[in-house]
């Protein structure tokens, strides 16, 4: 949901399957790439992975070629690179605000998740669905046997 005064936009969707990390950084991206011109951001979410992510861990991700202190490749690296992106054009502070606990927006916010949800849930079979789980747990597990195969 971006808002501009009085002016509100809210925007939504959603995929047959991924990650609640994926779709907060998805979230984040589609937003920041929604606004027309370089602005002034306070980005508000209830998300610890996405505010840590860019604001304490970038950084060293980054310095260490992707990889996290572990030597890990960092998830959901093909997101965070198009959030940095997508961020970059603007002045955004990130803010943590607690989920369900009666914040107007992001009561909004998880409302049109939820509708986002059920609205792929409506347009695809049971068997599509599984389908699309079957596929993304392969490429899942594909990207972490590679991260196996340059550690060892």
């Known amino acids: ?15 047959a399957a991924t990650t609640n990390n994926r779709m907060e950084l ?6 920041l790439a929604a606004l027309k ?11 610890s992975y996405l505010r840590d ?5 970038l950084h060293g991700w980054k ?3 992707w990889r996290t202190q572990a030597k890990q490749s960092v998830k959901n690296e093909d997101l965070w690179r198009l959030l940095v992106a997508a961020a970059s054009a603007h002045q955004v502070n990130w803010h943590w605000v607690k989920g369900h606990a ?7 916010c998880d409302a049109l998740a939820t509708a986002a949800i059920v ?15 079957r596929e993304f747990n392969a490429k899942q597990k594909a990207a972490a046997n590679v991260d196996l195969l340059t550690l060892g």
């Not at 011109?37 to 998300?47: E, G, N, R, W």
């Not at 009666?102 to 909004?108: L, P, Y």
């Open 53 to 57: 992510g860019i604001t304490k861990w």
């Open 119 to 133: 609205a792929v849930k409506a347009s695809h079979s049971k068997q599509q669905l599984a389908e699309s789980l």
């Open 63 to 65: 310095r260490n070629g």
């Open 26 to 31: 998805q979230a984040a991206i589609e937003a």
């Open 37 to 47: 011109q370089p602005c002034k951001v306070a980005f508000h979410t209830d998300s």
């Open 1 to 15: 949901m971006l808002t501009s005064g009085s002016n509100v936009r809210e925007l939504s969707g959603g995929v």
């Open 102 to 108: 009666g914040d107007a927006g992001n009561e909004r």
